[in-house]
Antibody, heavy 118, light 111 residues
Framework: QVQLVQSGAEVKKPGASVKVSCKASGYTFTGYYMHWVRQAPGQGLEWMGRINPNSGGTNYAQKFQGRVTMTRDTSISTAYMELSRLRSDDTAVYYC???????????WGQGTLVTVSS | QSALTQPRSVSGSPGQSVTISCTGTSSDVGGYNYVSWYQQHPGKAPKLMIYDVSKRPSGVPDRFSGSKSGNTASLTISGLQAEDEADYYCCSYAGSYTPLVFGTGTKVTVL
């Protein structure tokens, strides 16, 4: 069965970077785009970007351009999202989601809470 | 790319129907037949309920239906049940550069 398992919660100081992993299993990792979506406390879903695990090609939301980097390691079927120059308003749950088709995230990770606090 | 506009909240009694709107532009909702709807319970990951405007994934009750007219998509929940109380988000494809945009979210309350 398809599973996306994310890395554990993180606490970071302002200005630091965080790297969240998303390990995929149960399907061909290179066959589906992987998206990253975040949700601040009490707020809505916010799309951050996506990666094509086959080519490594990425699209990032304009808001995160220059601060986010999405990569993958096909040998271990894992996608990564690194966010740099963290601020307090980056405190959120970060999700990875497999894209079956446009805007169709059929499988989601369990979420990773990133807390940015001094 | 601005978030799609949804009502903040809707409510209904058990057995009733509720409809949630999702308004965008001709660059997203109106331009493509790629609108999805997600249900999210507190502390849980979003769950896909509708994709490609009106298709239901396997396992989603047929009480959930989707439609679109112009720049506005809609999700209708018929025969409302207690377990339908959750937040709902629409999502639309918005072109190859910024592939998707979410709605602002709607809280559904079962009275």
């Amino acid at each position: 069965q398809v599973q996306l398992v994310q890395s554990g919660a993180e606490v970071k100081k302002p200005g630091a970077s965080v790297k969240v992993s998303c390990k995929a299993s149960g399907y061909t990792f290179t066959g589906y785009y992987m998206h990253w979506v975040r949700q601040a406390p009490g707020q809505g879903l916010e799309w951050m970007g996506r990666i094509n695990p086959n080519s490594g090609g990425t699209n990032y939301a304009q808001k995160f351009q220059g601060r986010v980097t999405m990569t993958r390691d096909t040998s271990i079927s894992t996608a990564y999202m690194e966010l740099s120059r963290l601020r307090s308003d980056d405190t959120a749950v970060y999700y990875c989601a497999r894209e079956e088709n446009y805007c169709t995230g059929d499988y989601w990770g369990q979420g990773t809470l990133v807390t940015v606090s001094s | 790319q601005s978030a799609l506009t949804q009502p903040r909240s809707v409510s209904g009694s058990p057995g009733q129907s509720v409809t949630i709107s999702c308004t965008g532009t001709s660059s997203d909702v109106g331009g493509y037949n790629y609108v999805s709807w997600y249900q999210q319970h507190p502390g849980k990951a979003p769950k896909l309920m509708i994709y490609d405007v009106s298709k239901r994934p396997s396992g989603v009750p047929d009480r959930f239906s989707g439609s679109k007219s112009g720049n506005t998509a809609s999700l209708t929940i018929s025969g409302l049940q207690a377990e339908d109380e959750a937040d709902y988000y629409c999502c639309s494809y918005a072109g190859s550069y910024t592939p998707l945009v979410f709605g602002t979210g709607t809280k559904v309350t079962v009275l």
